[in-house]
């Protein structure tokens, strides 16, 4: 059976499947049914062997080295700065996470009262870009990265321990940055602060933002 | 190379006698390291097991699997994007979400169909970004009609991938996992999200946009009988 006289459908079929040929994806009956059809159809035959020329010239460069190792401490790295993967407590880390973002926006919702108030008419709009040192917008500030076990209730059991709310997060790396209570930011108040939350077992990380010198 | 030439010629008359020289190489085109077939259905009981233990948060395991895969990734993902950078953050992204969603896997697919499925997904702007230039962004190479020897080696992986990179991206794709990475058509369609028809109506064009791209492929004839 020649190209010309083949079924069109069948002659189609056979050329369609050239490419899993080269790959070898081919099962065993596709394959032999293939080669039987290239004895005696030039076209299919032409263009197996210029596919055959596309297919090895872009085969892999195996002189190339790549530096594995180094890739996956920076995974390593971004892994560490994470809270873990939840397992079977889905449900309860999307509370959690609800239960964040209403403690934040209430946070921010304060905060933004707070300013309302104590700004006086006809002062100048104070605009902060994202290169600004984030310890100007207020008082002192925290980052902290709490565990998804955390509870509601034990969030604003510590928030209110500590004079603090959510003023910012959380981010991808879920932190979130904690706003001292203004007149309660000296250094000494942020240190023990700081002390409550990484005494707390459900706090992996608090550090201070320090301003930019 | 030296069975395939573009050197101008009568063409041979029976298709039996062309294509009898390619059947006799005993072991087809070469086969390196492949995700699909063979390899794939070998190595999937480890990928399996590793999976399960990155579902139990095991970190040993990430790094395992993660290290059987970077280099074949790396390569295909600098490969369509032209940057290893990309390519490593695309890696690390994928392996963020497979150690995220490791307890998902319900093992429908091989582990490397799966992982494969992730990094496209993860990479597909920059593939978009990467591929179908222009006309005059990346002008392909001069192709020399004159030389014996001109469709061979360096210089046909430079022509190749200047046309691979006129392909769309889609296209293009099919291309490199079908013949790159050895994937199936099936496979390509799970990876792709995308009917099997689709991937086959990909690779139809892609063949044949390769061949207006690349004039000399077309003088390429089957081998004569030794």
Not at chain 2, 13 to 36: D, F, Q
Not at chain 2, 44 to 59: G, Q, V
Not at chain 2, 94 to 100: E, G, H, P, R, S
């Amino acid at each position: 059976m020649s190209a010309d006289s083949a079924p069109g459908g069948a002659h189609a079929a056979f050329w369609e499947r050239i490419p899993w040929l080269l790959n070898g994806r081919l099962s065993g009956a596709e394959a032999q049914a293939l080669h039987a059809h290239m004895q005696n159809c030039a076209e299919c035959a032409r263009e197996y062997a210029q596919q055959r020329c596309v297919f090895e010239a872009m085969q892999p460069d195996e002189s190339i080295a790549f530096a594995s190792e180094a890739a996956f401490q920076k995974l390593t790295a971004r892994l560490d700065a994470a809270p873990a993967p939840a397992r079977t407590e889905t449900f309860a880390v999307a509370r959690w996470l609800a239960a964040a973002s209403i403690v934040a926006a209430l946070g921010l919702a304060a905060w933004g009262g707070w300013i309302v108030e104590h700004t006086p008419a006809g002062a100048p709009a104070a605009y902060r870009t994202l290169t600004a040192p984030a310890a100007a917008a207020g008082g002192a500030q925290l980052r902290v990265v709490f565990t998804p076990n955390l509870t509601l209730a034990e969030l604003e059991r510590l928030l209110h321990s500590i004079d603090a709310y959510i003023s910012n997060g959380p981010t991808d790396s879920g932190v979130f940055t904690l706003t001292v209570a203004p007149g309660r930011d000296s250094a000494l108040e942020v240190a023990q602060r700081l002390a409550i939350l990484r005494a707390d077992a459900d706090v992996r990380f608090a550090e201070p933002v320090t301003a930019a010198p | 190379m030296s069975a395939l030439s573009l050197a101008p010629g009568p063409r041979p008359r029976r298709a039996s006698a062309e294509y009898a020289a390619v059947k006799l190489e005993p072991h087809g085109p070469s086969r390196p390291e492949r995700a699909g077939g063979a390899s794939a259905a070998a190595s999937d009981p480890r990928d399996r097991a590793l999976i399960e233990r990155i579902a139990a948060h095991d970190r040993a395991a990430l790094k395992e699997l993660y290290l059987l895969y970077h280099r074949r990734l790396a390569r295909f993902l600098t490969r369509v994007t032209s940057r290893y950078d990309l390519a490593e953050e695309i890696i690390n992204d994928t392996f963020w979400v497979v150690w995220q969603r490791a307890g998902d896997f319900r093992g429908a697919s091989y582990v490397s169909t799966w992982i494969m499925g992730i990094a496209y997904r993860r990479g597909l702007k920059a593939f978009k970004r990467a591929s179908f230039m222009p006309a005059g962004a990346h002008d392909l190479p001069e192709q020399g009609g004159e030389s014996h020897e001109p469709w061979s080696g360096a210089e046909r992986r430079e022509w190749l991938n200047a046309a691979l990179e006129r392909l769309p991206s889609e296209q293009r794709l099919v291309l490199e996992l079908a013949y790159h990475l050895g994937h199936s058509c099936e496979e390509i369609a799970e990876i792709m999200n995308c009917p099997v028809n689709t991937v086959k109506t990909r690779m139809f064009h892609a063949r044949k946009k390769l061949k207006v791209l690349l004039p000399a492929l077309a003088g390429i004839e089957p081998e004569s009988p030794p």
